[in-house]
């Protein structure tokens, strides 16, 4: 059976990225762009939260992208434009701390929509058929609100100002007002005399040759490879944004992106002040790993754990074991809490993973180098073959209705436990130190007495 791609709500999109990059502006951080596939997964988890009725975040998220999510209720209008759902997400910061505190998750809405490091970003919507709910959620990669990397992420308002959204600005305007009024005038979001923070409108006509407008490469050895232009319109005042990309000789590619104010139908004049944004584009197709601020790709190293599993299970014959979203999930939390504890380690005893099988471990900084290695030689595969060789000192030959659990063998029973069908993996790294916290959790749990003698067969040569 084929089941079709959820639609996406193209006008929502153009003005939620319209809003997050006038937020971002405000503090100096590059401006997102568009990712389809971000966009059709936003979508889909919007659908569910309509039909679930309340707010929940995507077990798929932790560690893979970032999530967003706000609710509107029906009241007199119906109409849940993309503007508001950014202000509202970015209305956090009036809770939010520019002292160098990290970790200020009560603000993690606010955060992700100005998080530096985030290049591309996809948002969806759905109404509740039951009750007129109306459900906004973003999707951002690479995530942000990762563990101790917000003052790296997070600058202050270049203004020095905070700039609250008004509740016109999250509810909107009266049904009986104009749609447009969803940034209101006489309560600036933006300061006007800071062109970086306007609104972009879509550019509707041709301006004839540009090129002797176009921004430059920041190297001579930077070519070229794509264009784009929009206007910008303003108490009447209109001006063009150029967006040049560039790659460079190793592959790589940024942009820059020049502002020039446009003179009549017919005329250019380039403004006294440019303004440049220089970042990394991408391919919407291809994502790439989600890093870290500490260089580390919490999904690289869940999908070489899994590898890793697999083929050390492959020697004793027993069935590969399969990802689990959800299990990753609660992982990656799991991992995260550990990094935050400190030096403990310890099983997690919450409802949901009580039942699992777990194995905890924490490595010192000079193990999560976590540069990208050859397949098998990661510090995933490394941490799995250390617990895999506590098979010396298991004996085989005790194997009975009375064999518990030896306490030097746990981790290498649990890897290659047959009743055992799905694996979640979670790895937080603290990015000062480098030091980290590594969990899986599995399920059907092993290590259970009186079953080793089917559940733990000797490998095959």
Known sequence: TVVAAPVVDRQFNEECLEAHNVYRALHGCPPLVFSAKLARQAQKWAEQLAIAGYLKHSPNAAGNFGENVALKMALRSRDYRGSQAAAQWYSEIEMFDFDGKENQSRCGHFSQVVWKSTRKVGFGKAVSEEDGKMFAVGHYFPPGNMLNCWVA?????????????????????????????????????????????????????????????????????????????????????????????????????????DQIAVQDSSGLIPTGSRHHHH????????????????????????????????????????????????????????????????????????????????????????????????????????????????????????LGDETRCELNGGHFTQMVWRATKKLGVGCAVDANTGNA???????PCGNIAGQFSDNVPPPYE
């Not at 600036?188 to 800071?194: A, E, I, R, T």
């Not at 916290?437 to 399920?443: E, T």
Request: charged share 25%; net charge negative.
């Open 153 to 257: 992420n997070i600058p202050q308002p270049l203004s020095g100002q905070i700039n609250i959204p008004s509740h016109e600005d999250i509810m909107g305007a009266d049904v009986s007002q104009s749609a447009t009024k969803e940034f209101s005038s006489n309560q600036p979001l933006v300061d006007d005399s800071n062109p970086a923070s306007r609104l972009l409108l879509t550019a509707s006509q041709e301006f004839g040759d540009l090129t002797q407008f176009e921004p430059k490469p920041k190297d001579s050895q930077d070519r070229q490879i794509g264009k784009s232009t929009k206007t910008r319109i303003l108490n009447g005042e209109k001006s063009l944004i150029i967006t040049v990309t560039f790659m460079r000789p190793d592959g790589s590619r940024y942009q820059v992106t």
């Open 279 to 398: 970042h990394e584009a991408y391919d919407d197709d291809n994502d790439g790993e989600d890093t870290n601020c500490a260089g580390f790709s919490p999904s690289r190293f869940a999908a070489e754990m899994l590898q890793a599993h697999n083929k050390l299970r492959e020697r004793h014959k027993v069935p590969e074991l399969h990802r689990s979203d959800s299990l990753n999930s609660l992982a990656q939390k799991w991992a995260e809490q550990l990094l935050l504890d400190g030096n403990s380690l310890r099983r997690c005893e919450s409802a949901e993973a009580r039942s699992l099988g777990q194995s905890v471990a924490r490595r010192p900084g000079s193990w999560t180098a976590l540069r990208p290695a050859p397949p098998g030689l990661g510090p995933a595969a490394q941490l799995a073959r250390q617990w895999y060789s506590e098979m010396k000192g298991f004996d085989f030959s005790r």
């Open 437 to 443: 916290c590594a969990v899986c959790f599995y399920h």
